[in-house]
Every structure is written in structure tokens, then in C-alpha cells.
């Protein structure tokens, strides 16, 4: 840490001097521009950055298959436009993987294909995504995805349950977005402005994320469950969606205090969501019991899906707690 004392120039112009080391390391020098961005009591300042997209390359001979589908997951989540993968030569299943990464993202085409090269970019405009818009978007397809899931169970109806299973990619898709734009704020100020929200708050919105990501993994799982099972006892189905009706209305209380505008609302909904968990978890005992009069491998089946809906209820209690410390004052 270095100190500067704030000298006064003109009689009205406050100036302060800037470390020689940082301005060297930063290409800073007379006559460079500089922006400042404030936040509450601190100022951010930083070289003014060009609006040239941010281009990447990686070298991918010795990743295929998942790997190289995360990689490039990673890049495009790091912030990356422009993403070059460069190999001696890009072979078909490396091209295929390339796609499958391709489609798991917003926004993202292959631009180019070579021998030895292939390169995607991002089409979106950075400036106008929306984190709110985004974990909003997430909210409704993982609510929607843990009530037909539920609903395939009790209808043994696969055609659901596959839908349940598709719409979790979108969902995936919205996180790894959510994802971008937050490390977007953390490397740069003016990423922040321009999304209009305050940094801490994107970090509230992110962490919300992924707990509604998780949610729907879990929506995913009972589908799959339920392509598995026929149909089960009706005390238990209704008992089931009683649980899941629980679950979402954390769910839904979590979020609601997550987005309130008043200190106030966002205080009540959050403690009525917090509460709310530690009565599902009497209501996931009361269904155990009911569980071991079954079939074990049903009742095993079944068991698993309690785990589920108890556990989206948690996360919907992990949110809650989020919305509280957003809510709470700040030194």
C-alpha cells in the first residue's frame, strides 16, 4: 500500500499524485486518459481500455471430449469474444466436442474451421446482458422444471419427464452467462457501470445462481427417476407433491426477498423462507416413514426424490439467507 497526500491546485482542483510503478506497469504516462468510477466512499481508477473485443487462443492437441468442451466453457466464462482452438490438426472428434460446447453457450457460433484451427465467437453484445434479467429467466425455467418433474412422477408420464430433462441445458446455459457477466465486474469497473448493478450485488445474483442450477439438477434427477418407475401410491404421490409445493414456495420467497426493493419486504420474505425449510424437513421425515412400507427397490427410488425436493427446499433457504445479507446495512 503506498499513501498521497491530496493537494489543492487552482484553488478548486483536488489532485494526487499516482504511483510511478503502477502507471509504468500499466502503459499510464502524460497525457493518458484515465476513468474514474465511484463507489460509495471509495473511487476506482483505472487506464481508459479500448472497446476491442477480447480475443484468446488455446492450444487443444492433447484435450478432446469433455475436457475440451469445458475448456472452451472456461474461456467463454473468463470473458473471452473471440476463442482461437489451435491444434497440429483438429481431428472430427475434437470438432465435435468443439460444437457440443458451442451449443451449451448464449450466443456462440463457429466463425472459422481450418485444418489446424477452428475459432468461435460470441455474437452478443456484452453491454446488453442483464444479470437480473438472466437469474430471472433461471428462476422461471428450474420453478417449472421441479413442478413438472413431480408431475411426470405422479402421471407416469415420460414425455414430460424428457421435457424436464431438455430444458435443464437451458438453464446450464443461463448459469455459465451469469457466470460471464459476474467475472466481468470483478476485472473491470466499467463493466459494472454499464450493467447498472453495484458489484456486490452481481455477486449476490451469481452465488443465487447457482443455487437455482442446482435446483434444477435435481428436477433433471427426478425425471430420470421417474422414467425408471411406474406408478406409485397415491397417499405417497400427494404426499410428494405436497413437499414439492413446500419447496417451491421457499423457492418463491427466497426469490421474491432477493429482488425486493424495500429493506423491509426483503427482511419478512426472507426469514419466512428460512423458517419455512425447517418445517419441510419435519414434513421429509413424516414421508420416510410412509416409504417403508414399499417395495425396497421403490421405496429406494422414491427415497431419492425426497432427498431431492428436501434439498432444492435448502437451496432455496441458501438464497434466502443471500437475499438477507443483501438486505442487511453495509459499513
Known amino acids: ?33 484515465v476513468e474514474f468510477y465511484p463507489e460509495d466512499d471509495a473511487l476506482l481508477l ?41 491444434a497440429g490438426r483438429i481431428t472430427t472428434d475434437q470438432r465435435r466436442a468443439i460444437r457440443d460446447a458451442t451449443q451449451g453457450l448464449v450466443g456462440v457460433e463457429v466463425l472459422e474451421e481450418t485444418t489446424d484451427s477452428v475459432v468461435i465467437q460470441d455474437l452478443l453484445d456484452s453491454s446488453e446482458l442483464s444479470i437480473v434479467n438472466a ?18 412422477l405422479i402421471e407416469d408420464d415420460d414425455d414430460i419427464a424428457h421435457d424436464v430433462i431438455e430444458r435443464d441445458d437451458d438453464v446450464d446455459r443461463l448459469w455459465l452467462v451469469v457466470s460471464r457477466i459476474f467475472r466481468a465486474t470483478l476485472r473491470s469497473p466499467r463493466a459494472a457501470e454499464e ?4 458489484r456486490e450485488d452481481c455477486f449476490d445474483f451469481h452465488s443465487s445462481a447457482r443455487q437455482l442450477e442446482r435446483v434444477a439438477d435435481h428436477a433433471a ?17 400427494e404426499a410428494l407433491e405436497e413437499l414439492r409445493t ?61 432427498d431431492s425436493l428436501s ?10 439467507e443471500t437475499a438477507l445479507q443483501k438486505a442487511a446495512p453495509r459499513p
Do not use: C
Open 195 to 198: 450493467l447498472g448493478v453495484p
Open 135 to 152: 437469474v430471472t429467466r433461471m428462476r422461471l425455467i428450474a420453478q417449472s422444471m421441479l413442478e413438472d418433474a413431480v408431475r411426470a
Open 46 to 86: 483505472t487506464p481508459q481500455s479500448d472497446t476491442e473485443r477480447q480475443e484468446g487462443s488455446l492450444d487443444i492437441s492433447s484435450l478432446e471430449g469433455e475436457r475440451l468442451t469445458r475448456a472452451v466453457m472456461t474461456m467463454y466464462v473468463s470473458g473471452f469474444d473471440i476463442i482461437r482452438l489451435e
Open 246 to 306: 413446500d419447496a417451491a414456495t421457499v423457492l418463491e420467497k427466497a426469490m421474491d426477498a432477493l429482488f425486493a426493493e424495500g429493506t423491509e419486504e426483503a427482511n419478512r420474505l426472507g426469514h419466512d423462507a428460512r423458517e419455512a425449510v425447517l418445517e419441510i424437513d419435519e414434513h421429509t421425515r413424516q414421508i420416510d416413514d410412509m416409504l417403508r412400507d414399499l417395495e425396497p427397490v421403490q421405496a429406494q427410488s422414491l427415497g431419492l426424490i425426497v
Open 221 to 237: 434427477k427426478i425425471s430420470n427417476i421417474a422414467l425408471k418407475l411406474g406408478e406409485i401410491p397415491e397417499p405417497v404421490a
Open 311 to 320: 434439498r432444492s427446499a435448502d437451496y432455496g433457504g441458501n438464497i434466502a
Open 1 to 33: 500500500m503506498e499513501t498521497r497526500k491530496v493537494q489543492v491546485t487552482g484553488g478548486s482542483t483536488y489532485t494526487v499524485s499516482l504511483p510511478k510503478t503502477w502507471a509504468t506497469e500499466n502503459d499510464v504516462s502524460a497525457g493518458t486518459t
